[in-house]
Each structure stands twice: as structure tokens, then as C-alpha cells.
């Protein structure tokens, strides 16, 4: 996953992502386990992640639990 998707949530001391809810539009955090850095901006998740999960990979530290987000198209 891009680094920028990965924090730390200060409350638990996880490293931790967003998962985007596409029946509810709104995001959640997801405590994930990380694995060996992949060039110099990506990661592996070795768990916490199952496969289909879309995650937020910018602005992660500019939202909260169960916020509403857009998807951007490319």
C-alpha cells in the first residue's frame, strides 16, 4: 500500500488505515500489521487487510471515524 496511506492512531498505538464503506460512503480505521518497505513509497500489510479492501491513500490525517468521502476517479 502507499505510505501515505499508513498512521499511527495515537489513541491505540497502532499503525493503522481507512477502509472506504461503499454502501455507506464513510470510512473506518483498520489496525494493520506492516511488512518490508517497497521502494521508498510503499509498504507491504502482512495483515489486517483482506483482499477487495479499498483504502484511503491521501489526507488520512484529515479525517475521522465514519466521515463521509469521495471517491476520485482516475
Known amino acids: 500500500v502507499p505510505l501515505s496511506a499508513v498512521f499511527?492512531?495515537?489513541a491505540t498505538g497502532e499503525e493503522s488505515v481507512?477502509?472506504?464503506?461503499?454502501k455507506t460512503?464513510?470510512?473506518s480505521r483498520k489496525a494493520?500489521?506492516?511488512g518490508a518497505l517497497v521502494n521508498s513509497n510503499m509498504v507491504q500489510?502482512?495483515?489486517g487487510l483482506n483482499?477487495?479492501?479499498m483504502i484511503l491513500a491521501a489526507g488520512v490525517f484529515n479525517v475521522y471515524e465514519g466521515e463521509r468521502?469521495?471517491?476520485l476517479e482516475n
Open 8 to 10: 499511527n492512531d495515537t
Open 18 to 22: 481507512w477502509i472506504y464503506n461503499s
Open 25 to 27: 460512503g464513510t470510512v
Open 32 to 34: 494493520v500489521k506492516l
Open 45 to 47: 500489510v502482512s495483515s
Open 51 to 53: 483482499e477487495g479492501d
Open 69 to 71: 468521502v469521495n471517491i
